[in-house]
């Protein structure tokens, strides 16, 4: 079963020039785990709470760093790093929702994680150590909020987890949704265009310069 | 009498304003609240946090007015992407499918989020709207509005005269002929993000030679009655927001700079970035001027109120005060996008029939919470407690050489940290300068900070303040002597902030006069690249991650 796993999560490093790419898109998704958890410690009532947040996202954000700088060396050349919103998960779902989301997150996350150490322990020894330091704080994540969901939110855990698991099914369909229906839009927006092509005379008209006074 | 909430969103800059009875009660930026930086998403944070702080139910909403024509807008786009014929085919897929996924809906949206009926949420045209928020905002009467931006529906400059129901337009251009396509063109030459990077380049062109300006004449031609020509032919990807330049520009100007390397001024190639920059400024300044003469001539009004994104120019906007014939001028501080939902808000709290009152204070978001910072910052493991002489003892701090975060009241509105959001040090050292740029901040090295001052120190330290800008830091002053290293900026510039009497920011300037200081620098309590703070849990994760020596919240101070 390790073995599927290793092979799965691993995939994309076999594939020649695909490794910034997938060690960026690791940055982006820490950069904007960082986002929902300075939210969630703006927004929840506790401060004990908030500030486990913060402490959280202070690692995810230097996550971000340690992986965007990897990608750079992957690439051998700058690469700016993507700058995206967030699921703004905590407003949508409530505080037990969000930590069952993000438990759920981290323990995916570390299970990767210690697939994609195993990959470079030798291939990338120095990846393989800036990645190990990553897993460190993704086994404390997980640890902290499976804690909350047996604490304080342990009336309602179950419901949430649920609500958890199906807002990340809904997450990953729209995703793959997206994906999948994206040729087929820019298809139908090629053909309108070519349709409207006869207007772009008109179009071209109207511009013009200098001052438009009113009446 | 009406609660109007106004609102931009979907561009970039999100924001809401809420206007009760004629009266700024709230505004706030999304990208405060959500921690994205510029944010465009619908500001359902904003929104809610407007209405709070105005003590009112979204029922209670007589009106609720988003700042542009999402109608016009979308055939604006369509258009657009015509006249571009074959090169728009890109454009048109990706605008169709934002317009289409989102933008178009936005008044169901904004009704469905409030559970207001549909009919109470209207719009009024996006560079009215600007118009408005500095008409409306502005210090004096007798005034003309000039609102210069990328595109609103389908002009890009405007001239508005006061009216009893909201800005009137005088004259207009249309685009693709604008100045916010031109300086985001530039923008992202020099390797900078479009609708960010534009403070960079404005802090870039002192280090350069306007050695390119007959390029820039070419690329931007001013006609004899104040309006432009911008020659699209340079501009060929100019319906792609993160590029807008095109191969003609390359041929004139020379390759462009790859995002993210690092800046090195002593070489060849980055004194060329440098002397573009230099080149495009000035270009922009000779386009302003040119613009505010045509705006006296057809208005005749003696004062000028500014508004859209170029009027963030603060370089420009001190040559147009120098130079130009307005005998004062005024920029509303968020003068960008997010400055659309003020001036939404004051155009339907007109059309209602209120009257607009009360002087416009730019401390207008969400307050600091000071218990809830030491509750918060004990749970961090810092040292957090309650301080009887908060300013007096910052003072002290800062007079001994340390970095304060500073979080007091509500925060401010616009993109300019002005006392309530900062972190300060002293002016007069050159190493904090530079301790901030790279330790705290992590920005580029050629940035410059701004100083504060109090009003009745402003006219010793710098020529020509305070004006109506400099409260808000919209403008430059030359600065006299050499007593604000730290602070001026390589041609003897700065963004200076002058504080009235009263108020906290008042009270640590006063401080600091004890401890020998006349000025402070002020810059936003951010690191580049993000937001500046607004809830007192981003100002204790800034504190944590970059390590300023000491944050203040109100009466709470923190340290290690």
Not at chain 2, 30 to 59: F, H, M, T, W, Y
Not at chain 2, 390 to 401: D, T, V, W
Not at chain 2, 537 to 552: E, G, I, Q, S
């Amino acid at each position: 079963m390790r073995a599927l796993a290793d092979f799965v999560y691993t995939l994309s490093w076999r594939i020649p020039g695909r490794r910034w790419r997938r060690l960026l898109a690791f940055a982006e998704a820490e950069a904007e785990s960082a986002l929902e958890l300075r939210c969630a410690a703006a927004a929840t009532v506790d401060p004990e709470r908030a500030a486990l947040y913060l402490k959280h996202a202070a690692d995810e954000a230097r996550h971000a760093q340690i992986l965007h700088r990897r990608a750079a060396l992957a690439r051998g050349a700058p690469v700016t790093l993507p700058r995206r919103g967030h699921g703004r998960l905590y407003e949508r779902f409530g505080e037990r929702v969000f930590v069952a989301y993000v438990h759920r997150g981290e323990r995916r996350g570390r299970r990767q994680f210690e697939a994609h150490v195993r990959f470079f322990e030798e291939r990338d020894p120095p990846l393989a150590a800036a990645l190990t330091s990553i897993l460190t704080d993704e086994r404390r994540h997980e640890r902290y909020t499976g804690e909350l969901l047996e604490g304080p939110f342990a009336d309602g855990a179950a419901r949430a987890r649920r609500r958890a698991r199906l807002a990340d099914l809904g997450h990953r369909w729209r995703r793959a949704g997206a994906a999948l229906t994206a040729p087929l839009f820019a298809l139908l927006m090629l053909v309108l265009y070519l349709l409207a092509a006869p207007l772009a005379l008109g179009a071209r008209a109207r511009e013009a310069d200098g001052w438009r006074k009113e009446d | 009498m009406a609660a109007v909430l106004g609102v931009s969103a979907h561009y970039h800059d999100a924001a809401a304003a809420l206007v009760v009875d004629g009266r700024i009660v709230a505004a706030q930026q999304e990208e405060r609240l959500s921690r994205v930086k510029n944010d465009p998403s619908l500001p359902q944070l904003a929104i809610d946090a407007c209405l709070a702080l105005g003590g009112i139910d979204a029922a209670a909403l007589d009106r609720v007015v988003f700042y542009e024509n999402p109608y016009r807008k979308l055939e604006r786009v369509l258009v657009g992407s015509l006249a571009a014929f074959p090169r728009g085919a890109g454009f048109f897929r990706r605008a169709l499918r934002s317009q289409l996924g989102d933008k178009l809906w936005v008044l169901d949206q904004l009704a469905a989020h409030l559970g207001v009926p549909r009919e109470r949420v209207g719009f009024v045209d996006h560079h009215q709207s600007h118009a408005a928020s500095a008409l409306d905002c502005a210090p004096f009467d007798d005034a003309v509005a000039l609102t210069v931006d990328g595109v609103g529906e389908d002009e890009s400059t405007a001239l508005w005269a006061p009216a009893d129901d909201g800005p009137r337009r005088i004259a207009s251009i249309g685009y693709p002929h604008s100045l916010g396509l031109f300086y985001a063109a530039i923008t992202a030459y020099l390797g900078f993000r479009v609708n960010e990077g534009e403070y960079k380049v404005m802090g870039l062109a002192a280090f350069g030679r306007p050695r390119f300006r007959e390029a820039m004449e070419q690329l931007l031609r001013v006609s004899s009655d104040g309006s432009f020509r911008l020659r699209t032919s340079a501009f060929g990807d100019h319906l792609r927001a993160d590029r807008a330049y095109g191969d003609e520009l390359l041929a004139m100007l020379g390759p462009a700079r790859e995002p993210e390397c690092p800046w090195d001024l002593q070489s060849d190639d980055d004194r060329r970035f440098a002397d573009v920059a230099a080149s495009a400024q000035l270009a922009l300044e000779e386009v302003m001027l040119a613009l505010a003469r045509a705006a006296h001539e057809q208005s005749g009004a003696r004062h000028l109120a500014l508004a859209g994104g170029v009027a963030l120019n603060c370089c420009a906007n001190a040559r147009v005060l120098a130079e130009g014939p307005f005998e004062r001028v005024f920029v509303q501080p968020a003068a960008g996008d997010a400055g659309g939902a003020l001036g939404a808000a004051l155009v339907g709290a007109r059309q209602a029939g209120d009257s607009i009152q009360g002087v416009f204070d730019p401390a207008l978001g969400i307050a600091a919470d000071a218990g809830r910072a030491l509750a918060v910052a004990r749970h961090l493991g810092l040292q957090a407690e309650r301080v009887d002489d908060p300013e007096r003892e910052a003072a002290e701090r800062l007079a001994e050489g340390a970095i304060v975060a500073w979080v007091r009241g509500r925060s401010e509105w616009g993109p300019r940290a002005l006392g309530q959001r900062s972190l300060l040090s002293r002016a007069d050292d050159v190493t904090l300068r530079d301790v901030l740029n790279r330790r705290i901040k992590g920005r580029e090295p050629f940035r410059p900070f701004a100083p504060v001052v109090r009003d009745a120190h402003a006219s010793a330290l710098f020529e020509g303040a305070p004006s109506d800008m400099t409260p808000t830091m919209t403008t430059v002053c030359r600065v006299k002597g050499d007593s604000l290293p730290g602070c001026t900026h390589v041609d003897g510039t700065a963004r200076v902030q002058t504080v009235a009497g009263g108020g906290a920011l008042d009270g640590l300037l006063q401080a600091m006069e004890r401890q020998g200081q006349r000025a402070l620098l002020n810059t936003s309590l951010n690191a580049a690249g993000e937001p500046l703070v607004a809830h007192v849990t981003d100002a204790l994760d800034f504190f944590v991650r970059r390590k300023p020596d000491v944050l203040y919240v109100d009466d709470v101070r923190i340290t290690r």
